[in-house]
T-cell receptor, first 110, second 115 residues
Framework: QQPVQSPQAVILREGEDAVINCSSSKALYSVHWYRQKHGEAPVFLMILLKGGEQKGHDKISASFNEKKQQSSLYLTASQLSYSGTYFCGTESGSGSRLTFGEGTQLTVNP | DGGITQSPKYLFRKEGQNVTLSCEQNLNHDAMYWYRQDPGQGLRLIYYSQIVNDFQKGDIAEGYSVSREKKESFPLTVTSAQKNPTAFYLC??????????????FGEGSWLTVV
């Protein structure tokens, strides 16, 4: 079952914050976040395992609410380089495959 | 440098032709994957392999075939049975199979266009 991402697109000015959500109808074992620039490979940002942890990566962090079967990616003080499409991928248990959402297109303008 | 190499970057296919996309990794990863991406869409799994000489169908395997004769290589053949093959194809690998929270790393991708 494909996870659902929201919003589908967001436009920011440099320095603004954004939140991207990823939710699943199935219990989750892990959530993976990637950023992709057009025509390039997705770049790994972070992985969160069940346990409700939160991770940070410079000014990008994420949380994982196992009970709600959802994860959120937080981008603070956005930079122009943050522009791209953000994908979440979810695993629902041992032996399951990573399934990706349809992506959230983030545009950061000067 | 360790990584995943896909070739060619751009490929054109005539109607009725089979084409093969190459994927090589030197990360010593056991698991390898092929994803298809259509414009403005997410990543859909075509095939994956968790060990040499074994592979499984993903969500959209029809019209595609793979082999895994060597740990480092996982070529994808797009056959003439695939009616709408124009897309961006991504090869990926992870240290071991899916479902264990392993990070999946992607190659640079191959653009396939039907002419």
């Amino acid at each position: 079952q494909q996870p659902v991402q929201s919003p589908q697109a967001v436009i920011l000015r440099e320095g603004e914050d954004a939140v991207i959500n990823c939710s699943s109808s199935k219990a989750l074992y892990s959530v993976h976040w990637y950023r992709q620039k057009h025509g390039e490979a997705p770049v790994f940002l972070m992985i969160l395992l069940k346990g409700g942890e939160q991770k940070g990566h410079d000014k990008i962090s994420a949380s994982f609410n196992e009970k709600k079967q959802q994860s959120s990616l937080y981008l603070t003080a956005s930079q122009l380089s943050y522009s791209g499409t953000y994908f979440c991928g979810t695993e629902s248990g041992s032996g399951s495959r990573l399934t990706f959402g349809e992506g959230t297109q983030l545009t950061v303008n000067p | 440098d360790g990584g995943i190499t896909q070739s060619p970057k751009y490929l054109f296919r005539k109607e009725g032709q089979n084409v093969t996309l190459s994927c090589e990794q030197n990360l010593n990863h056991d698991a390898m994957y092929w994803y298809r991406q259509d414009p403005g869409q997410g990543l859909r799994l075509i095939y994956y392999s968790q060990i040499v000489n074994d592979f499984q169908k993903g969500d959209i395997a029809e019209g595609y075939s793979v082999s895994r004769e060597k740990k480092e290589s996982f070529p994808l053949t797009v056959t003439s049975a695939q009616k709408n093959p124009t897309a961006f194809y991504l090869c990926a690998s992870s240290i071991s199979g899916a479902g264990h929270g392993n990070t999946i790393y992607f190659g640079e991708g191959s653009w396939l266009t039907v002419v």
